[in-house]
Each structure stands twice: as structure tokens, then as C-alpha cells.
């Protein structure tokens, strides 16, 4: 069955780092395009990230995490990436990745971020 389970959340200081990941299993990996979702309490879900099938370098990103944040992916390892630098406040939200292709799409269950003093 299909699964993504997203890890690397927490709580982490203004100005600082996390990774999160996303493994996934029970579809072919490698032939979807990968991005990666926040929420923020009483916002709408809004697209942060994303990469494509084979990890090349036209990587989108949303305005206000440009330059902070990087997406990456291991198809060999099955699992996409968000490397999170220089954190705000403002990033606090559940983290969600979703794997699309054509008309199939999935998403994981979340994985809360909290970027506080």
C-alpha cells in the first residue's frame, strides 16, 4: 500500500536548521514529482516546494523560503528532502510531502514544525 511518512520535525530557535524527510513506499518512487505542503493554525494548506521526478536542478520554491530552504531527493533511497535554514516564526505550520504523476497523487500525514524562543 502506499505510504509517506514524513520525519525531522520539532522545535527549533529563530535562525535555526532542520531537515525533514519523507519516505516513501508502494508506488514507483522515482517516476513522481515530489513537493513538500505547510499549514499554518487557521491558514491554508500552501505549496513550498517541489522537484522533479528525476531531481534536476528547475526546482520550484515558494517566494518567502527562497534562499533558506532546499529540496533533494534519493530515488535510489525513496525519499525526498527539505533542508530548512535560517528559520522564522513564520515557518511554523505541519509539513506535508505529496507525490504526483498524471492523475495519482498522495500525501503523508504531517510532521509539526515550531520555530520559536
Known amino acids: 500500500q502506499v505510504q509517506l511518512v514524513e520525519s525531522g520535525g520539532g522545535l527549533v530557535q529563530p535562525g535555526g536548521s532542520l531537515r525533514l524527510s519523507c519516505a516513501a513506499s508502494g508506488f514507483t518512487f522515482s517516476s513522481y514529482v515530489m513537493s513538500w505542503y505547510r499549514q499554518a493554525p487557521g491558514k491554508e494548506r500552501e505549496l513550498v516546494a517541489t522537484i522533479t521526478a528525476t531531481g534536476g536542478t528547475t526546482n520550484y520554491y515558494t517566494d518567502s523560503v527562497k534562499g533558506r530552504f532546499t529540496i533533494s531527493r534519493d530515488n535510489a533511497k525513496n525519499t525526498v528532502y527539505l533542508q530548512m535554514n535560517s528559520l522564522k516564526p513564520e515557518d511554523t505550520a505541519v509539513y506535508y510531502c505529496?507525490?504526483?504523476?498524471?492523475?495519482?497523487?498522495?500525501w503523508g500525514q504531517g510532521t509539526q514544525v515550531t520555530v520559536s524562543s
Open positions: 505529496k507525490a504526483v504523476r498524471t492523475f495519482y497523487n498522495y
